[in-house]
């Protein structure tokens, strides 16, 4: 098994099919990963993880990625008890989602593939939090974060 450490950043995947291929010349790496409340969305930004992929010799590549923890893009606007839509990017086997110090039931997927799933915000949120997702793939476990402004509308 060949592993090769890179940035995530650098992982240069397109979409096709069921799921993340890697560009010409790029090695494969975990799903791009899109969060939505109500019609605005951001991208998730992904925590250390390995990915492994079979290769047409027979064989598999893992690519594992350090790094000091997800790095989320623009924050969403959020109240409580929004439901929240994920786009995990490929056919996950599991998603968890959580906020600091609240619980809330775990996501649900709403498609017969399970790259789309849906989690409701509890109640109560603080000013500012981090919605944190753990997406079990074939390939390798992921985490990610998107940080969830508290809003009035």
Not at 33 to 56: F, L, N, Y
Not at 97 to 109: I, Y
Not at 113 to 131: G, Y
Request: glycine content about 14%; hydrophobic content about 35%; aromatic content about 4%.
């Amino acid at each position: 098994m060949l592993t090769t450490a890179l940035s995530l950043a650098g992982a240069g995947l397109a979409l096709a099919g069921n799921g993340p291929q890697p560009l010409p010349g790029q090695l494969p790496g975990p799903p791009p990963v899109r969060v939505e409340i109500r019609g605005q969305s951001a991208r998730a930004g992904a925590g250390s993880s390995c990915w492994s992929t079979g290769m047409d010799d027979g064989t598999s590549r893992t690519v594992c990625a350090d790094v000091a923890g997800p790095i989320t893009g623009p924050t969403l606007p959020a109240r409580g008890k929004r439901m929240v839509h994920i786009d995990m990017g490929a056919p996950t086997l599991r998603l968890t989602a959580g906020l600091p110090g609240k619980r809330f039931r775990d996501p649900w997927p709403t498609d017969p593939t399970r790259r789309h799933w849906i989690v409701r915000l509890p109640r109560r949120l603080e000013r500012s939090s981090v919605l944190s997702l753990g997406g079990s793939f074939s390939q390798g476990e992921v985490p990610y974060a998107v940080t969830l402004r508290r809003s009035r509308g």
